[in-house]
Structures are given as C-alpha cells and as structure tokens.
C-alpha cells in the first residue's frame, strides 16, 4: 500500500431470499466457516460481517438473514436486520438463485430497493445448477424490471466467477482506509461463532418442525493451566418439550452427534483440542419473547 489515498475499502450488504447462498458465498470469499451453512430457509439470523483484506482494497461483508414474511418477534428483527443495511453499506449484493427463478420473494426485494441510491449488484447464483443457455432469458428478465449497477452470475458453492465478482466490487468501492488489521476475518467474538456451528449442526441433522426453534447459548469457556485443551459448555435452547427429545435422540445419540460435528469445527476455530459438553433447555415461546430475544443477543432496539 505505497499510495494510501488510492487504498479502496467499504462495506457491502449481501441481501436475498433464505437460501440462496448468501452464507456459502461469504464463506468461499473469506475462505473459513464464520457464517452456518444449511438446506433450511433463514438460517442466519444476526449480520454476520466478514473481512477480506487484499493489498489494494478490504472489503467488509454483511451477510443479511434472509428477507421473507415474518410469522413472529424474531421473524421482524431478521427482516429489519437485513433491510437496515440498504443505507448504512457502500454497494448491495442483491443474490438470487437462478435454479429457482424469478419470484415473488425476489420482486418484494426489488419493491423494497426502490429509491435506494446505493449501488446494487445483481449476483445469479447456483449457476451451475442450470444450462448456460438459461442464463441469458433470466438476465433480460431481471433487467427489464430494474436498473442494476452490475451483473454478475457465479457460482457461490463452486467458485465459478467469485474473483470476477470480487474484481467488479473492488472496482465499485469508494477510497478508504484499512478498517481491520490484515488478519481479521469477522468483528464476531468467538463465543458467538462456537453459538452458530453448534447451531449449525442441530440444523443439520433435525427435522423439518425443529430448526428455527433453536437457539444456543454459550454457558462457559475455560481452558485448563497446563493443558492445551479448551472447555466449552453450551446449551441447546427449544420451545417444546417434545423438542428436547428428538434434540436428545434415543438414548443421547441425536445430541452427542451434534456435539461430535460441532466439536471438529470449534477446534478448527480455536486451533486447539476442546471438550464440549451440552445440554438440552425448555424456553417455551422464546421467539416472541423480548427478554429471551435479548439473552441470545438480539439488540432490543432492532425488533
């Protein structure tokens, strides 16, 4: 960096429909899991904000829960969460999953980015689930609906087009200085991380009337004098009864496969061995609870 005035960097929302790949992207481009990965819509629920810093620019990500109809308190503090970064970024990502097409998800985003001066990028994923004489039609379409600053299609899960992506945004982005030290990945603690890749798992590898109804709360981090081992304890919070026990599975098998998973990711954060214990806990109705929203680190102000 010889020319500090010509060092470019600013921050840039990723927005979409659930699904679409926001997180896969974010992961490829940091190159390390900050953001939970699933099949299941609305998987992110806080912004989840990554670094990448190259020696002419750093780029800061925010990876947005996905905007949909809210059915309940945590439902409208996921959409405000994603639709309050439209003026506080320096470009929008607006990615769409072209396996899928144009639909009302997508057009109620475009209704919502109306008269937003930023500059927005239409970024078509999931490209290489489709054949490339698709593409084109599908292009057009979203063209002739709104203006956009860039299109880009890619695919997130293969890296198909990610560096020429990345080139446009360094292109797009406005002088600035070097917010994070080169090494910094995300502005999350760490404590929060471990929360989504338990998280994670439990999305993983339960059923369909499970996944949004957890939540993680971290009890305990300690590390022994002596030992390079670390110790984390956490829980699994449910709404129902019923839910702890498939959380639990026959005889603890569900919950310590969670933990099996969970515990190979920790240890690749931490670079360290970890025990991790768990344990499976009843707040009944704790989406629409302010209090519990809290607790978990909803910001009382953002729903």
Known sequence: MTNQ???KSGFISIIGRPNVGKSTFLNRVIGQKIAIMSDKPQTTRNKIQGVLTL?????IFIDTPGIHKPKHKLGDFMIKMATNTFREVDLILFMVNVDEGLGRGDQYIME?????????FLVLNKIDKIHPDELLPMIDNYRKRQEFTEIVPISALEGNNVETLLDQIQANLPEGPQY???DQITDHPERFIISELIREK???????????SIAVAIEKISKEEGKELINVMASVIVERDSQKGIIIGKRGAMLKEIGQRA????????GSKVYLELWVKVQKDWRNKASSLRDFGFKEDDY
């Not at 020696?55 to 780029?59: G, V």
């Not at 919502?112 to 927005?120: M, R, Y």
């Open 5 to 7: 005035t010509k060092y």
């Open 55 to 59: 020696p002419e620019s750093q780029m």
């Open 112 to 120: 919502l980015l109306q008269g937003i001066k930023t500059p927005v």
């Open 180 to 182: 994070y030290p080169a």
């Open 202 to 212: 439990a999305l993983h590898l339960t059923r369909e009337e499970i996944p949004h």
């Open 263 to 270: 515990r190979e990711d920790i240890e690749h954060l931490l």
